[in-house]
Nanobody, 123 residues
Framework: QVQLVESGGGLVQAGGSLTLSCAAS????????MGWFRQAPGKEREFVAA????????LYADSVKGRFTIFGDTAKNTVYLKMNSLKSEDTAVYYC????????????????WGQGTQVTVSS
């Protein structure tokens, strides 16, 4: 089992920044990829970004490329999502999740999920 705990969400004005954190514990060695997803009311959960623990390669959704940065601290088993130039359409519950490096842009491929953290961007 892997436990994931997100933090860092909140209310921010458009154009502002937030950094989300996701602390992993448990059998973290079983999950080689960490991803961030988001879900807005009435919409499907969508991929935001992912990072491989080994090597640190990253992948981003086109909608956040150039604005968001995913990075990790292996010593702390923590993954971060730094979000800049936030837009109202970024408003959603953000989830981190753990994956075995299979289908990393598909939320159904992830084995473990955090409880989510709300990000609200006011225009």
């Amino acid at each position: 089992q892997v436990q994931l705990v997100e933090s860092g969400g909140g209310l921010v004005q458009a154009g502002g920044s937030l950094t989300l954190s996701c602390a992993a514990s448990g059998r973290t060695f079983s999950s080689s990829v960490m991803g961030w997803f988001r879900q807005a009311p009435g919409k499907e959960r969508e991929f935001v970004a992912a990072i491989r623990w080994s090597g640190g390669s990253t992948l981003y959704a086109d909608s956040v490329k150039g604005r968001f940065t995913i990075f990790g601290d292996t010593a702390k088993n923590t993954v971060y999502l730094k979000m800049n130039s936030l837009k109202s359409e970024d408003t959603a519950v953000y989830y981190c999740a753990a994956n075995r490096d299979v289908g990393i842009i598909r939320w159904k491929s992830y084995d473990y999920w955090g409880q989510g953290t709300q990000v609200t961007v006011s225009s």
